[in-house]
């Protein structure tokens, strides 16, 4: 079956317009985590859903970050009002269980770059 | 709050050698560990996921160990090859209900043919 799949693959903006970033999960996992990738660290938590809730964004760096998963599937990251650091690599990953003793599989990522 | 620490950050070998990565963490309260590989510009491939009551995991010519109460893994490659190159980065997952990942820098690993 597909594993993890992010578009787009590549995206650059310009500061402060709005972005989205979309993650379709592997098929029937329930838990689906974000995370971003600065240059040369590893990934940083940003907020994992179980079904369609949030059920923790403690990760999110300020409320110009929001995220949905409405349908328990398909989830999109959104960024308002960009900014140069948001440049990263956003991550996403799907798990059958959220509960900690379940692996994570990971999508490509998108690579945003703000301008 | 737990850290997880990766050393060294890049490491050159030649082909066929053996070698070791280090990762450790700061709080022994853990679910499980995992070891991911990430070649440049992709996503990340799990290797190892070694649970808290485990103390190794092998596949192939990888061997993970861990010791959660010294708050240290290893991560052995046997016999490697040039198609090892690539980045290797550890994981912890934090006790609670979300199963997030807490990752440390990573090491880079580059062998010579």
């Keep these: ?55 923790d964004d403690s990760g999110l760096p300020n ?9 328990g599937s398909v989830s999109t990251l959104k960024i308002q009002r960009t900014e140069r650091g948001d440049s ?3 991550l996403c990953a799907s798990s059958l269980s959220g509960t900690g003793f379940g692996e994570q ?11 | 709050k737990q850290e997880v620490t990766q050393i060294p950050a890049a490491l050159s070998v030649p082909e066929g050698e053996n070698l070791v990565l280090n990762c450790s963490f700061t ?11 990430q070649d440049p510009g992709k996503g990340l491939t799990s290797l190892l996921l070694i649970q808290s009551s485990q103390r190794e995991q092998t596949s192939g010519r990888l061997n993970a160990s861990l010791d959660k109460s010294s708050g240290r893994s290893t991560l052995y490659i046997a016999a ?34």
Excluded: M
């Design chain 2, 80 to 113: 490697s090859q040039p198609g090892d190159s690539a980045t290797y980065l550890c994981a912890v997952t934090p006790p609670g209900n979300t199963g997030k990942l807490i990752f440390g820098q990573g090491t880079t690993l580059q062998v010579k043919p």
């Design chain 1, 88 to 90: 990263a690599v956003y």
């Design chain 1, 1 to 55: 079956g597909a594993g993890v799949s992010q578009t787009p693959s590549n995206k650059v903006t310009e500061k402060g317009k709005y972005v989205e970033l979309r993650c379709d999960p592997i098929s029937g996992h329930t838990a689906l985590y974000w995370y971003r990738q600065s240059l040369g660290q590893g990934p940083e938590f940003l907020i994992y859903f179980q079904g369609t809730g949030a059920a």
């Design chain 1, 63 to 71: 409320d110009r970050f929001f995220a949905v998963r409405p349908e």
């Design chain 1, 105 to 115: 599989y990971f999508g490509p990522g998108t690579r945003l770059t703000v301008t």
């Design chain 2, 27 to 37: 709080d022994s309260a853990i679910y499980n560990l995992q070891w991911f590989r």
